[in-house]
């Protein structure tokens, strides 16, 4: 059996796409997202082994530091942001970012 504790964060910040073009070109400009952040890390207890407020603290403190508040993470795509933070936090096993809850990118190892 698997088991996980998983965290949660809102982000604000804002990106863009270079390369849109077409009916999506206006995302060549920056723009505003609430980026929902998720990350799983496996445990081997079932007994809080990761405490869950401290690692959503840990986790907005990595953002704030590295893109600051509210985040500005230039060209980044929702892939580029999650290995941004999957290298960072290398006891994760996912980190899934999404645009808005919308759409978005898991990253694994």
């Given at each position: 059996?698997?088991?996980?504790?998983?965290?949660?964060?809102?982000?604000?910040?804002?990106?863009?796409?270079?390369?849109?073009?077409?009916?999506?070109?206006?995302?060549?400009?920056?723009?505003?997202?609430?980026?929902?952040?998720?990350?799983?890390?496996?445990?081997?207890?079932a007994n809080r082994e990761i405490e869950i407020f401290t690692r959503q603290f840990q986790i907005a403190e990595y953002f704030a530091h590295i893109y600051g508040v509210p985040a500005q993470f230039g060209g980044m795509s929702c892939e580029m942001i999650a290995q941004s933070l999957f290298k960072a936090f290398k006891e994760c096993s996912y980190v899934k970012i999404t645009e808005d809850g919308e759409g978005g990118a898991i990253v694994q190892g």
């Open positions: 059996m698997k088991t996980m504790a998983i965290t949660k964060n809102r982000i604000e910040g804002f990106h863009y796409y270079p390369e849109a073009s077409g009916n999506v070109s206006f995302l060549r400009y920056s723009h505003r997202h609430i980026f929902h952040v998720e990350c799983g890390f496996g445990v081997t207890g």
